[in-house]
């Protein structure tokens, strides 16, 4: 049976993701994603949507239809073969529905796509999706369960004229009409000749380049290089000239086009494809590098006219490396953080001694480690737990200015470093820490603090880590794996129970980049799609909210 006049509009707001757990030793389940490229058109956004919600009145009175879909990935982007002339505004979009899946379960039988126009709407293709849900109607309640069918094919979408059923609209809406069916036949029969409004019930994400988890913000690049920030913004670290928290992305000001984006404590900074570095936010040790100590709330250039091609923003000091491989860093050196032989703070970019040259470096609480282009890990600072990995027998406070090896003969590919500990990764994928262990952070299976590099438990081969204040995550085929604090859910297994060696993640997805903050973290799909977990209390997790949450969750971009 055909129903007719169906107009409906889409409406961002929060999306069900499905997920399984896993425990610790078994390997993670097969992906359920929609494997849409984002190479052709990287910087549109995604429009993930899970439910559909039907009202309106026929014969039989006021009726509601609740129809669940899982699954199902949108996507805008200008199409490549219209050609609009000089007057045309806005550009032709188009809304690509793809193939989905939740759970293993596709729910997706054919695609389509939507062209919007300032003339109204054109459609080609057929949208079939499975649904379940409830038909209400002033008699009772019954279930629903069919097939629901969008035939783009037929020339069936017509523009909507005036308001909507639902009000207000949301952040964001676009109106048509479609003309639905069932089909085959449900099990139920609706009134005759009825007329709805509904709503499209999802969330708008935006796929990313980058993104980095810092104290209590997080920030991350497009692949055009525009920074979005979200989180903490007490000191301006997130960069859009004000002072007010954000529980969803905000552009960062000045208009710039970056390449990397490091968010530390209570500061960020980033990188110009030129290798110009800017940093924004907290600046009372001068880790923003300008030559003061003054916060800012928009990028400011870092003193000096150096070209970098790595940075990292520490708790309250920065590192970058330059195009000659030589350390540089500024801000707090109280225990030796920049590596400078001095325990001055430095107000601007300052030479790690002894010039060696470097492939990476790591800045963290009280700790810089760093790896030369032979692979070979270095660390100043603090060694007060051992977590510059230069062998046991240290003391309470015992500390290095100037950059000292790690122990072990070993070298690595990855390096990061955490509140008091670091880790590596070798070119064989082994994790190795050192440091506090107090939380389970070292992932050795215990809370004994180490003086020298340590093996992560489990024999996963690990692409990447990263180290928060007092948890660390891994990269393995792909898949996060999270050990050590978690009371506020960073390790994203779905507990608050801290773990002593690595637990996978609670999810069905690949991540492809990784990134551990102090109390939460965040990651991108391969799609470029953004998830953070853990803690949220300033909206570091981005998904509109300030609620923890013990899994990924999208972040949200309206």
């Known amino acids: 049976m055909r129903i007719s006049g169906v107009g409906f509009f889409v409406l961002v707001a929060v999306l069900a993701v499905f997920r399984c757990d896993r425990s610790p030793t078994s390997p993670p389940a097969t992906a359920g994603e929609s494997a849409l490229s984002p190479a052709a058109d990287p910087d549109m956004p995604w429009l993930e949507l899970t439910g559909l919600r039907f009202q309106g009145t026929g014969e039989g009175g006021q009726t509601t239809y609740e129809l669940t879909l899982e699954g199902i990935g949108a996507r805008y982007w200008p199409h490549p073969d219209f050609a609009p002339g000089p007057d045309w505004e806005p550009e032709t979009q188009w809304l690509q529905f793809v193939k989905g899946s939740s759970g293993g379960q596709s729910n997706m039988i054919e695609g389509g796509r939507i062209q919007q126009t300032p003339q109204g709407l054109f459609g080609v293709g057929k949208i079939e999706v499975g649904v379940i849900g409830i038909y209400t109607t002033p008699n009772g309640t019954e279930r629903i369960f069919g097939t629901l069918t969008f035939d783009l094919e037929q020339g069936l979408i017509v523009p909507i004229k005036g308001g909507s059923f639902f009000e207000p609209c949301g952040i964001l809406c676009v109106d048509f ?63 859009d000239g004000t002072r007010t928290d954000r529980s969803t992305p905000v552009p960062v000001s000045g208009g710039h086009s970056f390449t990397a984006i490091s968010a530390g404590a209570s500061h960020t900074c980033a990188l110009t494809a030129a290798g110009q570095a800017y940093c924004w936010g907290f600046n009372n040790h001068g880790q923003l590098g300008d ?61 790690v001694l002894f010039g060696q040259t470097y492939a990476a470096i790591g800045a963290g609480f009280e700790q810089t480690c760093a790896i030369d282009t032979a692979g ?100 393995a085929t792909g898949y996060v794996l999270c050990w050590g604090h978690n009371s506020f859910g960073q390790l994203g297994d779905g507990t608050n129970t801290g773990k002593l060696v690595p637990s996978f993640v609670s999810d069905d997805g690949t991540f492809a980049v990784l990134s551990a903050g102090a109390y939460h973290n965040c990651g991108l799909r391969p799609s470029g799609t953004p998830y953070c977990w853990g803690r949220n209390a300033d909206g570091e997790l981005g998904d509109g909210t300030t609620r923890d949450s013990s899994r990924p969750i999208p972040v949200l971009f309206f």
Request: hydrophobic share 35%; net charge negative.
């Open 177 to 239: 009409g479609i003309e639905a069916r069932f089909d085959p036949a449900p099990i139920f029969n609706l009134p005759p000749d009825i007329g709805l409004f509904g709503e499209v019930i999802g969330r708008l994400i935006r796929p990313l380049a980058a993104i980095s988890a810092g104290g209590s913000h997080t920030c991350g690049l497009f692949v055009g290089g525009n920074a979005y920030c979200w989180g903490d913004n007490s000191s301006g670290q997130l960069g």
């Open 291 to 351: 030559g003061t100590n003054a916060s800012k709330s928009e990028p400011g250039i870092v003193s000096g006219g150096h070209t970098f091609t790595a940075i990292d923003a520490g708790w309250e000091h920065t590192c970058g490396l330059r195009t000659d491989g030589a350390a540089y860093c500024w801000g707090d050196n109280e225990v030796g953080l920049l590596g400078d032989g001095t325990f001055d703070e430095r107000r601007s970019p300052t030479p």
């Open 376 to 475: 070979d890990a270095y660390c100043w600072g603090s060694n007060q737990f051992g977590q510059l990995g230069i062998g046991p027998g240290w003391d309470a406070g015992s500390r290095s200015n100037v950059p000292a090896k790690v122990v072990g003969g070993r070298t690595f590919t990855k390096i990061a470093s955490g509140g008091d500990h670091a880790c590596g990764v070798t070119a064989a994928g082994d994790a190795y820490c050192w440091g506090l262990g107090d939380f389970g952070q070292l992932g050795n299976g215990s809370t004994v603090d180490q003086g020298i590099p340590t093996l992560v438990a489990g024999g996963h081969r690990f692409t990447d880590v990263s180290a928060g204040t007092d948890h660390t995550c891994g990269l």
